[in-house]
């Protein structure tokens, strides 16, 4: 069992920047790291996920805008966005699974995130 615990979510303007950490309570090492969003009225989507070997893959919508990150020592996935826009809000979930078992899925409980001038 894994617990997940998302933060660094709120309102920016755009073009502005956050960060936003997953803290898991347990080791991450053999974990598939994702970002996921969910605006209102709207199914949840990837963002951006990252393998225990390091490979990255973004949604088209944010390449070149955000940057996942893992530090399986201190069990934290991060994800730094840029140049946001207002289309970028959404809830942001943390989201892991066992490579070989992408079906045990777990859920942080998400973080808001408002683009808005």
């Known amino acids: 069992q894994v617990q997940l615990v998302e933060s660094g979510g709120g309102l920016v303007q755009p073009g502005g920047s956050l960060r936003l950490s997953c803290a898991a309570s347990?080791?991450?090492?053999?974990?598939?790291m994702g970002w996921y969003r969910q605006a209102p009225g709207k199914q949840r989507d990837l963002v951006a996920s990252?393998?225990?070997?390091?490979?990255?893959n973004y949604a088209n919508s944010v390449k070149g805008r955000f940057t996942i990150s893992r530090d399986n020592a201190e069990n934290t996935v991060y994800l730094q966005m840029n140049s946001l826009k207002v289309d970028d809000t959404a809830v942001y979930y943390c989201?892991?699974?066992?490579?070989?078992?992408?079906?045990?899925?777990?859920w942080g409980q998400g973080t808001q995130v408002t683009v808005s001038s």
């Open positions: 989201s892991a699974y066992p490579a070989w078992s992408p079906a045990s899925r777990y």
């Open positions: 347990g080791g991450i090492r053999p974990y598939v």
């Open positions: 990252i393998t225990s070997g390091g490979s990255e």
